[in-house]
């Protein structure tokens, strides 16, 4: 049986019964004081470095970020859990780290929670998911978003979770909400905004063709103006050829310019 290999700094993150508790499934008896937290973790650390062959790195097998929901994600280090990405209401930093269901992290966007937990986890100081199952909208493999039927390589998802991100904060911009099949205002499907082949695009609703945007910026604001034919026209054009009339249309137009 292999054991997962811990750091002294991660070691260092837990109380004296976690670290008995760590000793006694890896058959380790320290010598000396043993009321003291520094005994059990210099016992620990240096059973793992005479029996090596009893432990693997925990970053030696690769993580796998999982989409339940635009705003769940769940990270899997083969078929175990070890963190959950959750969005709450705070106003500054909604999105959140979880492990064993309680918060580790909070910051503003689900990219920086994503770093957080592949720094942690390749470090080994990302406490150990104790629980058995998942901690979220369910199981590894099932309730998968539609825009993501598969699980995303590591390698991938920084930039997805980064796409991801930017759209989720130019429709907070507009009270939008963003579901598996699209973007909503209220309970009106307004029309899906992405970003392939080095390109952002929208499409609205009632539409059959994407518009490639400059940003997702522009592609939010598109929706949020409507799609009617007219409007599709002019959104076509370069910013600088829309005249004073057309911009009475979509309002502003000087916040995109300048």
């Given amino acids: 049986m292999t054991h997962r290999t811990y750091t002294h700094l991660a070691l260092r993150r837990y109380n004296l019964p976690r670290l008995k508790t760590i000793a006694a499934e890896l058959g380790v008896t320290p010598t000396g004081d043993k009321r003291g937290a520094q005994t059990w973790i210099n016992a620990i650390i240096a059973h793992q470095s005479a029996h090596p062959e009893q432990f693997t790195t925990p970053a030696s097998i690769p993580l796998t970020p999982i989409e339940i929901s635009f705003y769940d994600h769940e990270y ?10 959750h969005y709450d209401d705070d106003l500054t930093r909604p999105w959140v780290v979880m492990v064993n269901s309680n918060e580790v992290h909070r910051a503003s966007t689900n990219m920086l929670c994503h770093r957080y937990i592949c720094s942690h986890y390749k470090d ?38 980064a796409i991801k991100a930017e759209i989720f904060n ?11 099949d699209g973007i909503y205002n209220n309970d009106v ?6 970003f392939s082949g080095g390109t952002w695009w929208v499409v609205g609703a009632a539409e059959q063709e994407r518009v490639l945007c400059q940003s997702a910026l522009v592609a939010v604001w598109q929706l949020a103006v409507g799609q009617t034919p007219r409007h599709t026209e002019l959104l076509n054009r370069r910013f600088e050829m829309l005249t004073p009339k057309n911009g009475s249309i979509y309002g502003s137009i000087n916040e995109f310019l300048n």
């Fill in 76 to 85: 899997y280090a083969g078929d175990k859990l070890i963190a959950a990405i």
């Fill in 124 to 161: 080994g100081t990302l406490p150990v998911q104790e629980e058995a199952g998942g901690q979220g909208a369910g199981s590894r493999g099932e309730n998968l978003s539609p825009l993501h039927p598969a699980p995303c390589s590591l390698s991938s998802s920084p930039a997805e979770n």
């Fill in 170 to 180: 130019e429709c907070e911009k507009y009270g939008f909400k963003i579901l598996h």
């Fill in 189 to 194: 499907k307004l029309g899906e905004v992405g």
